[in-house]
């Protein structure tokens, strides 16, 4: 029971931004939380995707093409995925990768890819990049979040389903947008790389405490507060540097 079980999707097609470092501060932080994590890989597209012994499920950056292939993966199990969104199971879906599970993904040439559908949104393909560092608090937990951005998508919220609040950087979808990311239920969708999980540990351990509160675990053992304090000094770090450009 406490296992905590990651499944890791696509980690040779969706490996860009060194992001593979998401999946070791997981399991450093569960293990730090007296949890054993195993990590299951999923190696193409067609492979199966085992829901029932998934506790998280993630998939970093890749193209903005492979969205249409995560899109028919995850359909082809769509009741699976409703019932694990259902019953609590944590998602993180990080960079261009997101835009598969919101509605609508629009691509340079006109064509439009409808997605899964669970975060009420439209990503669009960007003619440029946006590189920048990238600072929100996130809504409900109160977390500041940092990372960076290389951003070849803009992404429009419907509703209030916001990850985070942007205090610097691009939104997303333009500097003067101040919302981040999307969320439903405990599935996420975030801009931040770098990676997002090695930088902001504290999200992993709030990831890690949903899922294994989806499984009837609780009373979890919690990293003491100075575990963190080198990526705490590293946010204000940034936050200065970030201070400097804006007051030039």
Same mark, same amino acid.
Request: glycine share 10%.
């Given at each position: ?29 569960? $293990?730090?939380?007296?949890? $054993? ?26 193209? =903005? ?8 993966? =995850? ?109 439903? $239920? ?44 080198? $990526? ?17």
């Amino acid at each position: 029971m406490n296992k905590l079980n990651i499944t890791w999707c696509w980690p040779d097609i969706l490996n860009l931004h060194g992001d593979r470092g998401n999946v070791m501060a997981l399991v450093r932080i569960a $293990e730090k939380m007296g949890l $054993e994590a195993e990590v299951h890989k999923v190696v193409n597209f067609g492979d199966e995707i085992d829901l029932d012994n998934t506790d998280i499920l993630l998939l970093n950056p890749g193209e =903005f093409k492979s969205c249409e292939y995560i899109v028919n993966a =995850f359909s082809r199990i769509k009741e699976d995925l409703d019932d694990y969104i259902y019953r609590g199971g944590v998602i993180l879906a990080v960079g261009t990768t997101g835009a598969s599970f919101g509605k609508t993904i629009r691509k340079l040439d006109g064509t439009a890819v409808t997605g899964l559908g669970y975060l009420d949104m439209e990503c669009r393909e960007r003619d440029s990049i946006v590189g920048d560092d990238l600072i929100c608090k996130m809504r409900e937990t109160g977390f500041d979040l940092n990372g960076s951005q290389i951003q070849v998508m803009d992404t429009f919220l419907n509703g209030d389903i916001a990850l985070g609040d942007v205090e610097y950087g691009y939104g997303n979808c333009s500097y003067e947008d101040r919302r981040e990311g999307a969320r439903t $239920e405990n599935l996420i969708f975030t801009n931040m790389l770098g990676p997002v999980l090695v930088k902001n540990p504290w999200l992993a351990q709030e990831l890690i405490l949903w899922a294994m509160s989806s499984k009837g675990v609780m009373n979890l053992l919690k990293p003491d507060e100075g575990e963190f304090e080198l $990526e705490r000094k590293s946010l204000e770090c940034v936050r200065r540097y970030n201070q400097t450009k804006q007051n030039k």
